[in-house]
C-alpha cells in the first residue's frame, strides 16, 4: 500500500504557466480533498470529492480547477498560476466518512510560482 | 462559519515539563481532530474525538473535548525532545463533511 501520492514533489511555474498536480490513492478511499497550507496558517480546504463523479468547492477555491478522473485519482488544475498561488499543496482521502474515520494525508507538492 | 482558534501559537518547553495547547471552536461539531505535523512533512493523524467528554491518550499526549464549550485540549506530559512539532487541530461541523483546521501550535521542547 503506497498510500496517498502526490506529484511532482516540487515545482516552480512562472506567472501565467499551468500546470496539474497529480494524487493519486490506493486505499479505495471515498472521498478526497484538496489543501494549500502557507507559512502560520492552517490547510485551508481548496476543492473536496466527497465520492466519485462529483466535486465542490471549499474556502479557497479561486484560481483552481479539479477533475476526479476515478476512484482513485483527483488532480488539481492551475490555468494561469499567480505568485499568491506559492504554498504546500496537499491532496488527503478519507475511507467512508463514518464518525471514527480520519483523512490520510500525501506528501504534498511544494509550488513555488515567480 | 466555522472558525477554529489555537493557543498558544508558538510553544517553547523544556524537557520534563507539563503544557496544554487549547482548541477552540465557534460552532456545534460532530468531531474533533489532533494532528502532528513535523517540518517539511505531511500529517499525521493522532487523535480522533467524538463525544463530549471524551479522552484519548497516546504515550505522552492526551486529548480531550468539552462539546459544550467548544473546547479541546492537548495535554503534554513530561515533555521530550522527539515531540517537537507543529499541532493542528481540525473539526467538522454538526451535519458536515469538511474539516477546519486551526492555525498550528508550533511546539518546541530544549533539552
Known amino acids: 500500500n503506497a498510500g496517498v501520492t502526490q506529484t511532482p514533489k516540487f515545482q516552480v511555474l512562472k506567472t501565467g504557466q499551468s500546470m496539474t498536480l497529480q494524487c493519486a490513492q490506493d486505499m479505495n478511499h471515498n472521498s478526497m480533498y484538496w489543501y494549500r497550507q502557507d507559512p502560520g496558517m492552517g490547510l485551508r480546504l481548496i476543492y473536496y470529492s466527497a465520492s466519485e463523479g462529483t466535486t465542490d468547492k471549499g474556502e479557497v477555491p479561486n484560481g483552481y480547477n479539479v477533475s476526479r478522473l476515478n476512484k482513485r485519482e483527483f488532480s488539481l488544475r492551475l490555468e494561469s498560476a499567480a505568485p499568491s498561488q506559492t504554498s504546500v499543496y496537499f491532496c488527503?482521502?478519507?475511507?467512508?466518512?463514518?464518525?471514527?474515520?480520519?483523512?490520510?494525508f500525501g506528501p504534498g507538492t511544494r509550488l513555488t510560482v515567480l | 462559519e466555522l472558525k477554529v482558534e489555537q493557543n498558544p501559537l508558538f510553544l517553547s518547553m523544556q524537557e520534563g515539563k507539563n503544557y496544554t495547547i487549547y482548541c477552540n471552536y465557534s460552532?456545534?461539531?460532530?468531531?474533533l481532530y489532533w494532528y502532528r505535523q513535523d517540518p517539511g512533512k505531511s500529517l499525521e493523524s493522532l487523535f480522533v474525538?467524538?463525544?463530549?467528554?471524551a479522552v484519548k491518550q497516546e504515550g505522552r499526549l492526551m486529548a480531550s473535548l468539552d462539546t459544550k464549550a467548544r473546547l479541546s485540549t492537548l495535554h503534554i506530559t513530561a515533555a521530550v525532545h522527539d515531540l517537537s512539532a507543529t499541532y493542528f487541530c481540525?473539526?467538522?461541523?454538526?451535519?458536515?463533511?469538511?474539516?477546519?483546521f486551526g492555525e498550528g501550535t508550533q511546539l518546541t521542547v530544549n533539552p
Open positions: 488527503a482521502s478519507l475511507p467512508l466518512g463514518l464518525a471514527t474515520d480520519t483523512q490520510y
Open positions: 481540525a473539526v467538522v461541523e454538526t451535519s458536515g463533511s469538511r474539516l477546519t
Open positions: 474525538l467524538l463525544s463530549n467528554g
Open positions: 460552532t456545534t461539531s460532530d468531531r
